[in-house]
């Protein structure tokens, strides 16, 4: 391997590109165009002309992008973009349109050419028909290589122990087709076929002016489950043959037009995401789909390549040398990456589960494809087509003017006047287990502030139930009469405001400081004695070994949530959900990484589902009726070996069978080494599936930040609640302020008397005043 010093050499760097695909060539011409001394080979194994796949999409931002770094480049592709507006859902025979979204595609061959051509005018030398030698032997000949050899990159392969890959190859079929005829839209068209959902994604890149064959041509993209592939006998036929059959599952985008597909040189495939640790080693550096994978349906995989190619010149440029210039272009794409692979796999996954989905309406099923990545929302859906999210609303019975969050909602016997919860949040501001003043003024404020549903933290039901020193309870007449107190308060200063009680158990996780003084350590002093399903700790040599229950302790503490549920009960709340998530004891009964106990109470999913559903039935055989009961459970333990979202069905089944209301999804913290796949609204994907496969209402929770989350969530029938924590933290009064961004002022959300005067945004400054007209 060459050394690198701060500087490029005299005479040029010398670069090695391995792959001619748009990253590799836009990054060649790119280094060549901000510095000609450079001497840039590009090594590309097939010919000039031959290439996989039909049709390339760009976004208007890479677009810009590109226009920015090479006028000529942008110039010439510019002349070749097929545009469109708009997208049409073919479903069960209707064609639903909405517009406003913008797209440019091109034909991935003219894509090259211009990318060759302005290579040759560079000086790049393009070689063609030419394996690339290894990495490592170009590395020691080279003062910088790029690898930019696709998903089944050799390089990365060869060096795997330096990049860390991850590969997780998904769960459906697809093929890249071209149909002859240039849609006007792009178009997703759904056939529930006798073998399963399958799906076709098309859009056009060629205009028959601009040169294309006949009526210009589409990419086409068929995709359906693995097993409906199978079923299908797709998997026994030849290629041709597979595509004529499921050409005559889509008669609203095919026969409709007259187009015909064909193959070209596509094969059946599953698509494999890729990451990596690390991007770069020694002098070798991985672009595109080397790096990473993002799957199609949102058209991610080329606009990522170039994206990389224009980042890496911009840091060998800015950076004093190779090491530096490396390490930056890693800083500053792979935060953009993580983000569009999050949007990706949440399209992906969508698609997977496509056929929990195909029951809904017409137009919810539309607004729920479109949404899916969770990067369209209904915010910025209604600015693009404002007609076709009326539509949607008109359809799911909100009155007009009435935003999706701001619709009413009965849980079991409870009627919530909007759809937003204060999610429990522990506060650790408990004396004894006794709410007092701090519990009054927190609650009450945020019942005030608008949200339907709020949520006490998780109410321990014994003191050796507790998480801290701090936590509240309910094993006390004193601590009944404290939330007595709050409940009275919601119910007469903001009538129509329900509350509702969280009971839980620490188990393995309790005899801890508060979050803030140092969360999860055992207390200095004082600790009491832990019980668990089994004597596992919840970090070795840091927390207490907890006992395991035995049929007597069993007893017991099924009892203290009984008693706790009478006294919830005669405090008022009006809804009682049962915690068995985050790795409380009833969480780490339904774990498998927490219970490993051999009797009636471990081993199978529905041995672990046992006692928590005993608890469970006892507690609901003493709540009142007509108060609703719901559960939250961890709906994956993020962890190997451990709970997985396929599971957590079976668990959210068994509860609904018992009587709960609504499962409150959550996820996570049952072991401590969980890695879970943070982003916005990241666990909400677990809601959706419990709903739309079980039936069963849910609330959803995690990283749901603004309302135009919640609107979306809503709509698209992902969620029936949605609970918010930390943003109740910045606003008590987050949902009256929501009503007002999105000047809503109905029953829904009603200000409190008091605060009536404060119910629009004051103004901030003097831009806030009317503008003088400043031009004809």
Avoid at 153 to 181: K, M, N, Q
Avoid at 396 to 412: C, N, Q, S, V, W
Avoid at 511 to 535: F, K, Y
Wanted: aromatic residues 8%.
């Amino acid at each position: 391997m060459r050394e690198t010093d701060s500087s490029e050499p005299a005479g040029g760097l010398r670069v090695a590109v391995i792959g001619g695909g748009p990253g590799g060539l836009y990054a060649a011409a790119l280094l060549k165009r901000l510095d000609p001394a450079r001497r840039v080979t590009v090594h590309e194994r097939n010919a000039p002309e031959e290439t996989f796949g039909f049709g390339v999409v760009l976004s208007d931002e890479t677009l810009g992008g590109i226009e920015s770094a090479d006028p000529e480049v942008y110039a010439a592709l510019r002349k070749e973009f097929v545009r469109w507006d708009d997208i049409d859902v073919v479903h069960r025979g209707r064609t639903l349109t909405s517009g406003g979204h913008g797209f440019a595609a091109l034909s991935r061959r003219k894509l090259l050419a211009v990318l060759h051509e302005r290579c040759r005018d560079l000086g790049v030398d393009l070689r063609f028909r030419s394996e690339a030698p290894p990495a490592a032997e170009l590395a020691r000949t080279h003062d910088l290589v790029i690898a930019a050899d696709g998903v089944h990159s050799r390089t990365r392969e060869a060096h795997a122990e330096a990049f860390g890959p991850h590969v997780t190859t998904h769960r459906c079929r697809y093929i890249w087709l071209s149909a002859d005829v240039a849609f006007d839209a792009f178009r997703f068209e759904i056939a529930e076929t006798p073998y399963g959902v399958a799906q076709l994604h098309a859009y056009p890149y060629e205009h028959p002016e601009r040169g294309g064959p006949g009526r210009g041509a589409s990419t086409a993209i068929v995709e359906m489950r693995e097993e409906v592939w199978r079923a299908a006998g797709l998997d026994g036929m030849a290629v041709e043959d597979a595509v004529e059959r499921c050409a005559g599952w889509f008669p609203g985008t095919l026969a409709a037009t007259g187009a015909h597909l064909r193959a070209a040189d596509s094969r059946w495939t599953t698509f494999r995401t890729v990451t990596c640790d690390r991007w770069s080693h020694g002098n070798t550096v991985l672009v595109g789909d080397a790096a990473h994978t993002a799957h199609f349906s949102i058209g991610s995989g080329t606009k990522l390549a170039v994206e990389d190619s224009l980042a890496l010149a911009a840091c060998l440029s800015e950076q004093p040398g190779l090491p530096a210039a490396l390490a930056a272009y890693e800083d500053e794409r792979k935060p953009v990456v993580r983000s569009t692979q999050r949007a990706a796999r949440a399209s992906l996954e969508w698609f997977e589960d496509l056929a929990t989905y195909v029951h809904q309406p017409p137009r919810r099923f539309a607004f729920n494809l479109l949404t899916r990545s969770r990067r369209v929302t209904h915010g910025n859906l209604r600015l693009r087509d404002p007609e076709f999210v009326a539509g949607v609303e008109r359809e799911a019975g909100a009155d007009e003017g009435t935003p999706p969050m701001f619709t009413p909602y009965r849980l079991g016997g409870l009627r919530l006047r909007n759809r937003v919860v204060v999610s429990a949040m522990d506060m650790y501001s408990a004396r004894d287990g006794v709410p007092g003043d701090f519990h009054l003024v927190h609650l009450g404020a945020r019942a005030l502030g608008g949200a339907a549903l709020t949520m006490t933290e998780m109410v321990c039901v014994s003191p050796e139930g507790r998480i801290t020193p701090g936590c509240a309870g309910l094993w006390t007449a004193e601590q009944e009469a404290g939330w007595r107190r709050v409940t009275e308060f919601v119910h007469t200063a903001s009538p129509g405001a329900a509350v509702g009680v969280q009971l839980g158990h620490s188990g393995r996780k309790g005899s801890t400081r508060r979050m803030w003084e140092g969360i999860d350590q055992p207390l200095p002093e004082g600790n009491w004695p832990l019980v668990a399903p089994s004597p596992l700790p919840y970090r070795a040599g840091v927390n207490q070994v907890p006992a395991a229950l035995d049929a007597a302790g069993l007893a017991a503490v099924r009892e203290d949530f009984v008693r706790a549920a009478r006294r919830a009960a005669d405090a008022g709340f009006d809804l009682l959900e049962l915690h068995c998530a985050h790795g409380y004891l009833l969480s780490s009964f339904l774990s498998p990484l927490t219970n490993h106990r051999t009797d009636a109470y471990g081993g199978s999913p529905e041995a672990r589902l046992r006692y928590p559903l005993e608890v469970f039935d006892a507690v609901r055989e003493v709540w009142p009726d007509g108060r609703p009961m719901t559960v939250r459970i961890s709906a994956t333990d993020w962890a190997e070996g451990g709970l997985t979202g396929e599971e957590s069905l079976g668990i959210a089944a068994a509860f609904a069978r018992h009587g709960a209301d609504a499962i409150d999804v959550s996820t996570g913290q049952v072991v401590p080494e969980e890695q879970p796949d943070f982003g916005r609204s990241y666990q909400t994907p677990y809601a959706d599936r419990i709903r739309n496969t079980l039936g069963v209402p849910v609330v959803a929770v995690g990283a749901i930040s603004s309302w135009d989350d919640v609107n979306s969530l809503i709509l698209a029938g992902r969620a029936d609640l949605c609970a918010l924590a930390r943003p109740h933290l910045y606003d008590p009064h987050w949902t009256l302020h929501a009503a007002a961004d999105q000047n809503y002022t109905g029953p829904a959300a009603p200000w409190p008397a008091p605060y009536r005067a404060g119910s629009r945004r004051p103004p901030t400054g003097r831009t806030d005043g009317p503008r003088p007209r400043l031009s004809l």
